[in-house]
């Protein structure tokens, strides 16, 4: 996983003790990124996987014998800003057609979110458009600093800093455009499901107390709560940023990944000219522990 704001209710429940509670000692390794993720889950690095569902995928249509299955969703809007080189209050998504663009990685879900958007407004992410895709996840913004980019496509706190800094200004929420996405999961081998399943609860248990607690407090309160997971980034930044994800409904109330959302996944997936082929949600998914833990 990165290093975000954006999973609030994750960095509430370790600071509020809430793994500590359910008995278990948690370790918490960035990945950076979906694929290094899923790398770590597959050799054994890693117990669980924190990361966009679509690597699921990826490695059960490749043909994994001990593929991941994801047992818990944590956001269900995209996390990525639109930010431009200056204030559009009137900002459509014509204004980028010609437009050079700092992208994310092929197959990654901020870039196939934001082509999804594109074609959804009639662009042509080929055509239409530049898109560079060659700058590392978590770069992108220090590089907009210095390129001839009209556009790049930023998480937070990147978003926040750019426009703080007067380099940026966010033009658009690539998660209020692509409606509700099930952007990041929460994933372990189907091997360590069956070997270790009250790990798994314990762990889901704490993670919806995160959840309960992020949607029932003001975004001040908690920035106040996860500031030292965040120690480089000003307070009121990190209730800006809080605040943002909050009008734009970005936590579930439950950790319970639908099918719908599935196959909303897969569609972008399609699209994006990413999926070999569509693959089962009962194979991939597990609700068991998310309906446990939000009746405990």
């Known amino acids: 996983m990165a290093h975000s704001i954006f999973y609030a209710p994750q960095y509430a429940a370790i600071e509020l003790g809430y793994f500590r509670d359910e008995g278990l000692d948690l370790t918490l390794v960035n990945g950076g990124g979906a694929d290094k993720v899923m790398t770590a889950l597959i050799s054994g690095d890693a117990d669980i996987g924190f990361m966009g569902s679509e690597a699921t995928i990826y490695a059960y249509a490749n043909g994994a014998e001990d593929y991941a ?24 998504w014509e204004n980028l057609r010609g ?6 990685r092929a197959g990654g879900m901020p870039e196939m979110v934001f082509e999804y ?25 220090a590089a907009f600093t210095s390129d001839d980019s009209d556009y790049t496509v930023e998480f937070e ?22 409606g509700y996405v099930p952007y990041t999961a929460y994933s372990a081998k189907k091997s360590y499901l069956n070997a270790h399943p009250e790990i798994i609860q314990h762990f889901t248990n704490a993670i919806q107390k995160g959840m309960d607690y992020v949607n029932s407090h003001t975004a001040a309160e908690i920035a106040r709560t996860i500031q030292p997971q965040f120690s480089e980034t ?16 970005t936590w579930k109330k439950d950790l319970i990944f639908e099918e ?7 569609n972008i997936l399609e699209e994006a000219g990413e999926l070999p082929s569509r693959v089962p949600y009962t194979d991939l998914v597990t609700t068991e522990y998310a ?3 939000t009746m405990r």
């Open 69 to 92: 299955v994801n047992f818990a969703q944590l956001t269900q809007r995209a996390g990525n800003f639109l930010v431009g080189r200056k204030p559009e209050p009137d900002f459509t």
């Open 99 to 104: 437009a050079k663009v700092l992208g994310g």
């Open 117 to 141: 958007i594109l074609k959804k407004h009639g662009i042509d992410p080929e055509t239409d458009l530049t898109i560079d895709q060659s700058i590392s996840f978590g770069l992108t913004a």
């Open 157 to 178: 706190p990147f978003a926040t800093s750019l426009e703080l800094e007067g380099d940026g200004y966010v033009v658009a929420s690539l998660g209020t455009e692509s």
């Open 234 to 249: 000003p307070l009121e930044n990190i209730t800006a940023i809080i605040d943002r994800y909050q009008s734009q409904d």
């Open 260 to 266: 719908n959302s599935f196959e909303l996944l897969e």
């Open 291 to 293: 309906k446990k833990a």
